[in-house]
Structure formats: C-alpha cells, structure tokens
C-alpha cells in the first residue's frame, strides 16, 4: 500500500513539475488541439558597411577663405575628389571663381615656400601634347599637374600643412622665407596654366604629402572642409 502511494506521488509531481515547466516557457498543447506552426523570422541581409575613409587622423581649422567677400563652394565639381577627366585624375583643392585681379588671401598666417615671381606659361602646343600623354598612360604626372596648376604660391604653416594658391595671374613681391600674416594679400586671381577652366583660385590644404579630404565621402568631405574654415 505504502508503496502505491509513493508511486502515485511521483507521478504527480512530475505531472505538476511539467505543466509549470510548460507554463513557464510558453503553452502546452491540449489533447485534439492543432500542434502551432513555429515562426520564421525572416531577417534582412547583411549590409556592407562603409569603406575605410582614407584621409587625415585629425580635422584641419582656423583657415579663412582666401577670397575677401566669398563663401567656399559646396558643389561637388569644386571640391576635392571630384574627378578631372580630361586630364585622367581627380581634384585636389577647392576651386574659387572670381574676377581676374581680384585679390588672393593668405589663409593663415606662415612661411613662404614657393612664389613664382617669374613665370612663363606652356604654350598650346605643349599642352596639347601633355594632355595627350595623360590620356595615353591613364594618369597625370606630378610635373604635368604643376604645370596645369600654372603660377603659385606656396605657404607653410607647420606641422607638415602647407596651403598651395594656384591659376594666379600675379603675385605679390615677396620672396621665399618671408612670413606672411592671415589676410595678407599674396596674389591676384587668374587662368594661368589651364586657361580653358576660366579665371578662377585653385586653393589646396596639404597635409604631409597628401591633400585635404582626401578619399573622403562627400558628406564627411564637405564637414571636413566646413571645420577648416572655423
């Protein structure tokens, strides 16, 4: 008798054991009752994330803008990385549409490095026939995109910065080693070395050996270059 009882125990404590298990974890089903068809989550695919942005450890400020009276560009074609097709490569600085004359600023204070006083632009023949070559090899040389560039002006700011003043049609009479305050007028807007894109300023950050922005995606291109000017 003794042990009946015990039998008939455990099994009701296991039947109690099993429903609050069941209750627990979701519902049991009863005898006759459809078995419920267990759901499929249908997740969305992965996305890709964003490539790697190749550009500079830290954001550039304390620039003005070189033009007196001027906001910088926000279009694309302006800005670095937009591409340069006829001559097989990409943009590496902002470019300024002025008058010719109008007056080009120091962005920041700095050290001259390069100021082409005397200055004699390629004739059509030789441009032709270095647009030609770019074609052919698919790229632009360094020599040929500092002739494109046409009379400059270099200024050195420290820390591996320097800011480059290209396309100009005159330059102040200052030498290599002068320092130049920011706002010092250095140069004057023109069309020098690639005349079919208009009077216009050529203005480049470089960082190193590299350019400003360089690889970035326009978004983030154009907040790097908004904290620039700051």
Do not use: C
């Not at 926000?74 to 990409?90: D, I, V, W």
């Amino acid at each position: 008798m003794r042990l009946l009882v015990a039998i008939l125990g455990v099994a009701a404590f296991v039947g109690i054991a099993t429903l609050a298990s069941a209750t627990r974890w979701g519902s049991i089903a009863l005898p006759g009752s459809p078995t419920p068809t267990p759901r499929v989550w249908e997740w969305p695919p992965a996305a890709p994330t964003e490539p790697p942005m190749h550009a500079h450890p830290r954001l550039l400020s304390g620039f003005i803008v070189p033009i007196g009276g001027i906001d910088v560009p926000s279009e694309e074609q302006y800005l670095p990385n937009s591409p340069r097709e006829y001559r097989a490569g990409y943009h590496e600085g902002i470019d300024m549409p002025a008058k010719a004359g109008t007056p080009v600023l120091a962005a920041k204070t700095g050290t001259i490095t390069r100021i082409d006083s005397a200055f004699v632009d390629w004739t059509i023949d030789e441009e032709q026939a270095a647009f030609d070559e770019v074609q052919a090899l698919g790229f632009t040389p360094a020599a040929t995109l500092d002739r494109i560039r046409g009379r400059q002006v270099w200024i050195d700011h420290g820390g591996g910065i320097v800011t480059r003043y290209a396309h100009l049609s005159a330059v102040a009479p200052l030498r290599v080693g002068d320092v130049v305050a920011q706002g010092q007028v250095i140069a004057a807007v023109g069309n020098s070395g690639y005349p079919e894109g208009g009077p216009h300023l050529h203005f480049e950050i470089r960082v190193g050996e590299d350019f400003y922005g360089d690889g970035l995606p326009f978004p983030e291109l154009r907040y790097a270059i908004s904290a620039a000017f700051r």
